[in-house]
């Protein structure tokens, strides 16, 4: 117990002193995590209310498949992204493998069917009720396409924020393809990974709070921005 005790005080001074290293591998966090959020929000909220406004051929097998998706294993995104930009492979003359782009691209892969498939329930629920109104009204594709989205846009965010969940606490792909290399690839989940093998839980637990702080702030964030308490009631 008394390590642990031990690990705890460091790991709270480590926060409270805004540790030099900390602060490098949390900011990192954000900004590869944050990038790789925009990025799929851009793909995936357009195709979710395109899915669920227009009918088509492959409509039925696209939503399967972005919802098998959901489940696929990161570490084997991670394979597939570094086969793709390792130097003998097809995209290997870009040199983006163990850098924070790679990390990227493989979080996109990550988080765009389960961004994609959380917003087109709620998308597809929303069309049910304007399908007759902006039919009337002769919208285009592309209107129908923007109301969805400007009007769902509370149940979206709930999308991003499951997508951001999931991209901040990946560990498996972002090891294949940033290598967890000092200073350049390593973030809070690698980070955590190698200091507890080490045997340094200080730095580990303090990168642990921070995870744990950063649900807890976007949640509450998500909320106050939905307004899903109105009159004291959930």
Known sequence: MGDVWDGLVQAVWLILSLDADLVEIAWRSLRVTGAALAIACVISLPLAALLAV??????RGTIAVLNALMGLPPVVVGLIVYVLL???????????????????????????????????????ELWAEYHDLLISMNATRMQRIGALLHDGRRALLTAALAGFGRGIGEVGAIMV???????????????????????NFA??????????ALSILIN??????????TGGRW
């Not at 227009?54 to 409509?59: L, P, S, Y």
């Open 54 to 59: 227009q009918r088509f051929r492959w409509r």
């Open 86 to 124: 390792s130097r003998s492979g097809p995209l290997g003359v870009l040199g983006l493998l163990f850098t924070p782009t790679a990390m990227i691209i493989a979080q996109v892969i990550i988080i765009v069917p389960l961004i994609a498939s959380i917003a087109h329930q709620s998308l597809r």
């Open 177 to 199: 393809v940033g290598g967890n290399i000092d200073h350049a690839t390593r973030v809070m989940t690698t980070a955590i990974a190698l200091e507890t093998g080490k045997g």
């Open 220 to 229: 509450l964030a998500i909320h106050a921005l939905s307004r899903t308490e």
């Open 203 to 212: 730095l580990a637990l303090a990168l642990g709070f921070i995870l744990i």
